[in-house]
């Protein structure tokens, strides 16, 4: 930024920052950690490819993500942000488990309050039966979700 | 490694792939789109140095997560694997709410079943013990049954 200061990027790279700077709008030169993290994990040139690629107006939300995502790997240099994933799927996986559970409950408890079996025919309970899956399939109304999600990790 | 045997990444950088190389391993000549995901978002010296700071037998989970993580971002170039994290807690916050309704359901029947349960008994009760109840005075205006001879 001429006769500014230089942006966060440009004072780590060392070099001139531009009025036109792609970096400057999202690392002020008062929060050199970010862009320094950022760096590390990215590489300026690619975060500069990627900021191009985007419109103006979403490149905010894609600097954000890629601080997280960067703070995530420097942390857990690991599994960076897909031990967050595993975490919250086994959470939505527990959750889905415990729902089934409950709708299995109301199903005994329906089943209690309906009148003795001898006086209804024996070909109504057999239909009962097959209502089961549909409710198995609300417990699991983020089935189609975690399936994509499922084929995403066997690519790796 | 010769030529003919380099993996993705030293084919597609176009170098000698030697016996040592770092990414080898974990970016196979098989799946050539998994390293230029990977290259694209990180490139290969940045995946390279985070590898070879990692233990080796962590090394592989490394290359599995930092794959994932370029898929998500090439798939989704605003938010990538954010987005992922995301879309889960809204899944999560509305499977407390399908669980605590749920749940909410099945004490109502619970408690139904149980009230229902309790009425049977003390009718029950009732019946059962109705000899016991010495005679009453008449109530006016109910029919009362003949005298026994």
Redesign the interface.
């Given at each position: 930024m001429e006769g500014n200061s230089p942006c966060a990027s440009c004072k780590l790279l060392r070099r001139r920052c531009t009025k036109d700077c792609i970096f400057a709008p999202y690392f002020p030169s008062d929060d050199p950690h970010k862009f320094s993290i950022v760096h590390k994990?990215?590489?300026a040139?690619?975060v500069s490819k990627?900021l191009q690629?985007?419109p103006v107006h979403?490149r905010a939300?894609?600097v954000?993500?890629?601080v997280?995502?960067a703070t995530a790997?420097t942390k857990d240099?690991?599994?960076?942000?897909?031990?967050?994933?595993s975490y919250?799927?086994n959470?939505?996986s527990q959750?889905?488990m415990?729902?089934a559970v409950?709708?299995t409950?109301?199903l005994c408890?329906?089943m209690?309050?309906e009148p003795p079996m001898a006086e209804q025919p024996v070909e109504a309970y057999d239909n009962n039966l097959t209502g089961m899956p549909q409710l198995m399939n609300n417990?699991s109304?983020?089935n189609l979700?975690q399936d994509q999600?499922k084929r995403?990790?066997l690519?790796? | 490694m010769s030529n003919s045997t380099r993996c993705a990444a030293c084919r597609y950088l176009r170098r000698r792939c030697c016996d040592d190389c770092v990414l080898a391993p974990y970016f196979p000549s098989a799946n050539p789109e998994r390293f230029a995901c990977v290259h694209r978002i990180f490139g290969a010296s940045n995946v390279a140095r985070m590898l070879q700071q990692i233990p080796v037998e962590q090394r592989r989970q490394a290359a599995d997560a930092i794959a994932l993580e370029a898929y998500w971002r090439v798939q989704d170039p605003v938010y990538g694997s954010v987005g992922v994290i995301s879309m889960l807690q809204r899944e999560i916050s509305v499977a407390q709410r399908e669980l605590a309704e749920t749940q909410a359901q099945v004490s109502i029947y619970t408690a139904q079943v149980q009230s229902q349960s309790n009425q049977i008994t003390q009718v029950q009760y009732l019946v059962d013990n109705a000899h016991l109840i010495p005679n009453q005075p008449p109530i006016p205006g109910l029919c009362q049954p003949p005298d026994i001879p």
């Open positions: 994990i990215f590489g040139s690619n990627m690629e985007l979403q939300d894609a954000s993500s890629l997280y995502e790997r240099p690991v599994y960076g942000c897909v031990g967050a994933i919250l799927q959470q939505v959750l889905q415990q729902l409950a709708q409950e109301i408890a329906q209690q309050q417990a109304s983020s979700a999600l995403e990790f690519w790796t | -």
